[in-house]
T-cell receptor, first 116, second 113 residues
């Protein structure tokens, strides 16, 4: 069964450093997403990406965040200068289409980011 | 009012029990609805989509009441393996390029032997 993969599983970084989280979506999916979950809190939407551009972003997704699809398979989330409050689990998701009941989002296993 | 509201639990039930979870959502323009399951420190996994007519998948039954903006999940004959956090999820998208999922905080279920 196809699945979304993410690397690394755990990233530890110092405050102010740049991090890049990587995702390989399911191969025939066209829509890509990043969500985050701070420990003990709910899953929160960060950004959606389609046709090589951001289609929607949340208030959390400020100028420190960027996304990219550098090749035909990878989808990355970059945090330019990490803050302590960026510590969270980051989930990548993908879907075939957008909207409607049939367009299920499938989640990767997540990258746990710890900012010291 | 929270966008998606759930009772956080925990629900502690014996094996074989029937348990029901409820969820309300605030935005009447919401288009599609789901229950996801999340095990501790794992990713959310789709349990089932929720249709207006109600739908069933084995021991799981989901109901949607658009007028009341209310979603429910019923689990019959609980198994130990059902222990997890159940996430009520709403999708604002309707075609096009936006497809944002709004998650509730989740309801923790602990099935006891």
């Amino acid at each position: 069964e196809p699945e979304v993969t993410q690397t690394p599983s755990h990233q530890v970084t110092q405050m102010g450093q740049e991090v890049i989280l990587r995702c390989v979506p399911i191969s025939n999916h066209l829509y890509f997403y990043w969500y985050r979950q701070i420990l003990g809190q709910k899953v929160e939407f960060l950004v959606s990406f389609y046709n090589n551009e951001i289609s929607e972003k949340s208030e959390i997704f400020d100028d420190q965040f960027s996304v990219e699809r550098p090749d035909g398979s990878n989808f990355t989330l970059k945090i330019r200068s990490t803050k302590l409050e960026d510590s969270a689990m980051y989930f990548c998701a993908s879907s075939i289409n957008a909207g409607g009941i049939a367009d299920t989002q499938y989640f990767g296993p997540g990258t746990r980011l710890t900012v010291l | 009012r929270k966008e998606v509201e759930q009772d956080p639990g925990p629900f502690n039930v014996p094996e074989g029990a029937t348990v029901a979870f409820n969820c309300t959502y605030s935005n009447s323009a919401s288009q599609s609805f789901f229950w996801y399951r999340q095990d501790c420190r794992k990713e959310p996994k789709l349990l089932m989509s929720v249709y207006s007519s109600g739908n069933e998948d084995g021991r799981f039954t989901a109901q949607l009441n658009r007028a009341s903006q209310y979603i429910s999940l019923l689990i019959r004959d609980s198994k130990l393996s059902d222990s997890a956090t159940y996430l009520c999820v709403v999708n604002m998208g309707y075609g096009g390029a936006t497809n944002k999922l709004i998650f509730g905080t989740g309801t923790l279920l602990a099935v006891q032997p």
